[in-house]
């Protein structure tokens, strides 16, 4: 392992070890063995540039970094891709000031 | 990677982290959990919940096992931590055995 990534979508990270000589489309199929979606309904973003990766790209040519973000994205029942939906911590503790209710 | 070669950690929030066993068991609580004899729940569902360590700490956690990894096989880098982050991260260094 020379590297890891983390994945992010909705409230989950995935930590993935891999190589900066992988393609995206290898990431795709670690997290296929993972989640259970296909790599056609994948999308990567790398969330510092906001760049989609390309699958035939390796992680190197598209500045993928040791413990990069990345975020994943789902096709929809519309065949559309979601929107990035990452859930950061303090998300939690606004709304739980916000709406107790909720709780 | 297998799934079965992963293990999710739930922080406090509910916050899920997907880290490889081998990284996970750096830990030696972890190790504990999910090498002992017997059928600890967290061992047959690869889930183990710390309600008492916020997400923040716990991904700060699971990037030091990567880091610790990475180290053992010759990979000399700096692991950074912010230093407001220093107590809890004390904390829940102690608890894990880390």
């Known amino acids: 392992m020379a590297m890891y990534i983390r994945v992010k979508r909705s409230k989950t990270t995935y930590f993935i070890q891999c190589d900066p000589t992988e393609t995206a489309l290898d990431i795709k199929q670690k997290l296929h063995t993972l989640i259970d979606q296909p790599v056609n309904d994948q999308r990567l973003i790398l969330v510092n540039t906001g760049e989609i990766l390309e699958d035939s790209k390796t992680l190197a040519d598209q500045k993928v970094e040791n413990d990069a973000v990345v975020a994943l994205t789902l096709r929809k029942d519309d065949n559309e891709f979601e929107d990035v939906n990452i859930v950061q911590p303090n998300d939690f503790y606004q709304s739980r000031d916000a709406d107790s209710g909720n709780w | ?98």
């Not at chain 2, 183990?48 to 990894?69: H, N």
């Not at chain 2, 880098?77 to 894990?96: D, K, Q, V």
């Open chain 2, 1 to 98: 990677m297998k799934k079965e070669d992963t293990v999710k950690l739930i922080s406090a929030e509910g916050m899920e982290f997907v880290i490889d066993k081998e990284a996970a068991m750096v830990s030696q609580t972890i190790r504990n959990m999910l090498t002992s004899p017997g059928s600890f729940a967290e061992t047959e569902h690869g889930e183990v919940t710390f309600p008492e360590i916020s997400a923040v700490i716990l991904e700060k956690i699971c990037q030091y096992f990567y880091w610790s990894l990475q180290y053992s096989r010759g990979k000399e880098t700096e692991f950074y931590i912010e230093p407001e982050l220093t107590l809890e991260l004390m904390m829940a260094a102690n608890y894990l055995h880390t």
